[in-house]
């Protein structure tokens, strides 16, 4: 398959978000993708300490945001996979950060609620983000099975495993990684040692701008980045080989020689 990644800054205005999701859905179809990736709660940046209610942004899965992905999606008959706040009941101020994924029909085939909370480098996401218990298991495409993880989860390697073990091809990992000391390499290195750990593709999309680091990139199941971006908002491309895949397994089958009576 190939893929897109759309490596967008994002602002407080959702509807200027929705335009910009959508052009660059038609640019991945136009570049023959597959499927885009749209970084992690593209629907709107809200700045720090402005009062702004998350609530007050999020919409529900069939919402008109999700709608209007969904709408050209099937129009451009593309896979399109975006990070959104999703709204819950009886929650006046907080949402999930929720990941959606569409097929070529627009349908909506899968959605995934943020499960590990960013409360951590003196943030506290769950003042604003409901913890999500929702089971990590992945989705089955044309291309094989899909595991999507959310940003912060990158830093538990629990997580790509137990969808490694689940059986997936290929993770997807939305992401709106904030700036600071070393947070680049860890944001890549991350990426990088959870497609070798579980010898798999993965595939992260950062928001860029604002707080936001970009520095987006595709590993294949070695480990190797095949694909990256740098700071600037850009819409990229690459080969997901299954191939390689399964010749990186043949290689080195790390997960079938695991001795999980040991741990």
Known sequence: MKIAIAQLASSPNKQQNLNKACEAIQKAAQGGADMVLLPEMFMAFVPPDTGISYADIAEPINGPFVSQLAKTAKENGIYVTCGIYESALNEPKRAFNTTIMLNRQGELVYHYQKTHLYDAFSYQESLNIIQSNNKLEPIETE?????????????????????????????????????????????????????????????????????????????????????????????????????????????????????PELY
Request: charged share 20%; proline share 4%.
């Open 143 to 259: 291309f094989g099975k899909i595991g999507i993880l959310v940003c912060y989860e990158l830093r538990f390697p629990e997580v790509a495993r137990k969808l490694a073990l689940a059986g997936a091809d290929l993770l997807l990992v939305p992401t709106a990684w904030v700036s600071g000391p070393l947070k680049e390499e860890h944001y890549q290195g991350l990426v990088k040692i959870r497609a070798l750990e579980n010898t798999i593709p993965v595939c992260a999309c950062d928001q860029t701008g604002n707080i936001f680091i970009g520095r987006s990139l595709i590993c294949d199941a070695m480990g190797v980045t095949i694909a990256s971006a740098g700071y600037d908002e850009t819409v990229f491309f690459a080969e997901i080989s299954t191939q390689h895949t399964a010749e990186t397994r043949q290689k080195l089958p790390c997960i079938q020689n695991r001795r």
